[in-house]
């Protein structure tokens, strides 16, 4: 397991377009984030350090479940006919059955060290609340989430997994919070966004002494913990003596994908292997990169956060009701959305049941029951492996596996009787919310 | 990862009582087994070799997920405040998410290898019928299982996960068998039980001549198979230098505790290791070995399958609706039982309160959120570890652990929100089931 996280940075070709503060329209500094977050990760957020040594205590839980398996896809290779090689890394193992938890430790450690006695946090389909449930309770910290409605109600087993941790879970708008209030007072039966459960979790860590907040994605330093799956797997495809053609990951707020693909990056970077093709896939229903414009916009509903330089389908869009609740975001990383602009990682869209038919054919192949997330980068991955079929080439292609669907049957079983459907991407509203975007 | 079964049946200190035909009450033949299962596998049941190799086709399945994790349970330790150590081996990264899955693939291999074209089989709350069904689908066998209804009913998401793998599962009782058609003539709301779906899964196979039965626990060609954990555990252990004083698993038909015991046994068998204390757990509410008689049982509700020499509580027993719906069995392994017998094996039962109570505590201490059955092995590990802080003894507790709760959240929801109970043993419907005790 590598002992140190890689931190692209230093290395990017042009700079990061700063975090901005959303009064002032100035960049961000340090101690304007101290009230949400720990200095440690603060520091993180703009180090120049290319590595950043991974704490012994984090160390220590990280081993608990990595380091991760690297397979090679043998019988999906098979089963497709195709010259390509397929290896996947899956982080699915770990405890709470995601990468999330990778940054979940980090982010709970950090915070402990600084003597954070509670934190607080969003979550759509609750990968990433159980997640820091779980890290937070290894640091015996106490956590509240804002779970988005729609999944609290309809998912409700990931909630119970926050519970068994020992995690407080509230349906978001909640009545809790300014922001939860004013959405319930406009609409009682809101079902809720990510982006207004981020906007209750920093209102909720803003107000009170002894809270922070914590992210799951999107933000560099969530991205720098995400490395280990990258470096690990770098270790990993040496000894296999493989070296990747094309990585392809599922983006939501993109710290699996980006995990993955950063410390290949600087292969693509500093030359070693320019033709490096790094393929992101999001919804069809929420194509960020795809669809959105690169623009500067709230990370929330409500308008609380720094304002970051992303793709954007504006602070406002509520994304159709896809199974893969982890991609229904609409940003992306700052880190993602500049390396795309500077034409390093493309971006693809995918519906919902062309990712469901790739994921079943993944499972009577592979075994894994993936999450409808990595679906999506599953059906990319079968895509590239069939144009190989074609042309005759024997690329090596890596996926980037977030994740176990065993929290997910249900959208199984409406795929598997024929209830599944997709969603036309709302034209209309796309309109609206970017005519929100704030002015810089 | 080894690449040889133990085979405990040439070193036991008496030889295992026959198991008898349940016509001529004789001992039953190879040939008598050979319309429901492959001979590959009945050599199995009887074989002298003290050690069989795995297949090569078999190990290169098993290297998807095998070897699993043998963890040291520091944080339960401190938790508990004793100087025990604690190791548990965790089953549950399985792609179908418990131990089943070293037998599942074994017997697809070689009911493959004599051309079986489609297999029969039931489920209680589906951990078997999972792992059959990735099993069968890698070996490209069709697959029907017979599921207890009341599984079927409350616990939808392992039959969704069969159906992922392509599997066609049925509730039992069914129309599609004599045996389900005179139990709905009799109750046409009969919830269903373990024994009856085998009875209609054993009726299905011998009738069909493409067909063969497989069982996922009890019959001695299965507890070969989980060995696999043993005989790993041995070699991660003498790794981390140590050796355990005592082993505890949870028991319903007994394969993952035997798989895991079994290698060990030869130590206290040889006296290199008399005093090795090895525990069995069973549900207070179905305690077989705590209370049933030794004596031969059918292993099925409608006296389909050879007589076994078990404890039981009679084939007709109707267990209580704990959670833990794989130690819902009226028997028990016969090697297993024959230890008990002999003094070599002891059994303690649980209610399942205790046992969730326990499972909470291992969850928030490991992390890892545990299926229902070994949570009862988990609560006799705690129970160990707090005698070595009364005595001040260091002794080592191995605990074989089968698998994760993914599917079983349903569970901890009620357990959390206060709603879980336990339930009375049946005393009356004990004495109404042991009187029909086949006479032998």
Redesign the interface.
């Known amino acids: 397991m590598p002992t140190r996280w890689y931190n692209i940075l230093p290395d990017l070709p042009e700079p990061l377009p700063p975090v901005l503060h959303p009064g002032t329209k100035q960049p961000v500094t340090p101690d304007d984030l101290a009230p949400l977050f720990p200095m440690g990760l603060i520091m993180q957020e703009f180090s120049p350090e290319r590595y950043i040594e991974i704490p012994e205590e984090v160390q220590v839980i990280y081993r608990?479940?990595r380091p991760t398996?690297l397979?090679r896809a043998h019988?999906l290779e098979k089963h497709l006919d195709t010259p390509a090689k397929i290896f996947y890394k899956y982080e699915g193992?770990s405890?709470?059955?995601s990468h999330k938890l990778n940054t979940a430790v980090a982010q709970a450690y950090y915070n402990k060290m600084e003597g954070t006695r509670r934190i607080a946090t969003e979550t759509g389909a609750g990968q990433w609340g159980s997640a820091l449930a779980?890290g937070c309770?290894?640091f015996d910290i106490e956590l509240k989430v804002y779970m988005v409605r729609i999944s609290y109600n309809q998912k409700?087993?990931r909630r119970?997994?926050m519970?068994?941790?020992?995690a407080h879970c509230v349906p978001s708008p909640s009545p809790d919070t300014k922001a939860g209030r004013d959405m319930l007072a406009k609409d009682p039966d809101c079902p809720g966004s990510l982006g207004l459960a981020i906007s209750e979790a920093v209102e909720d860590a803003a107000l009170r002494d002894d809270t922070h907040y914590s992210l799951g994605s999107v933000l560099n330093h969530v991205l720098l913990h995400q490395t280990i799956i990258g470096e690990e797997t770098r270790l990993q495809m040496e000894i296999a003596d493989a070296y990747p053609d094309i990585i392809v990951g599922c983006m939501g707020g993109g710290s699996n994908f980006a995990g993955q693909f950063i410390p290949w990056m600087r292969d693509k970077l500093s030359g070693a292997k320019p033709d490096l093709q790094i393929i992101g896939v999001e919804p069809a229903s929420c194509p960020t990169l795809t669809r959105g414009p690169y623009a500067y916009d709230f990370g929330d509903v409500a308008g609380l956060t720094p304002l970051l330089k992303m793709y954007t389908l504006g602070h406002g869009f509520i994304p159709p009701p896809v199974h893969a609740g982890g991609l229904r975001y609409h940003g992306m990383a700052p880190i993602i959305c500049h390396l795309h602009k500077l034409g390093l990682v493309e971006a693809r869209a995918e519906h919902q049941l062309a990712t469901f038919k790739a994921g079943?054919t993944f499972?009577?192949t592979?075994?894994?029951?993936s999450a409808p997330e990595p679906m999506h980068a599953i059906k990319v991955v079968i895509d590239e492996a069939l144009k190989c079929r074609e042309s005759g080439e024997a690329k090596t292609i890596l996926l980037a596996h977030s994740g176990?669907g065993?929290?997910d049957?249900?959208a199984?079983?409406a795929y598997?009787s024929g209830k599944l459907e997709d969603y036309a991407f709302p034209e209309d509203k796309l309109k609206e919310s970017l005519a929100e975007l704030p002015e810089v």
């Open positions: 608990t479940w398996i397979y019988r193992t405890q709470a059955g779980m309770r290894f409700p087993y119970v997994m519970e068994a941790w020992g079943i499972a009577r592979e075994g894994i029951l176990h065993h929290v049957l249900g199984y079983e598997l």
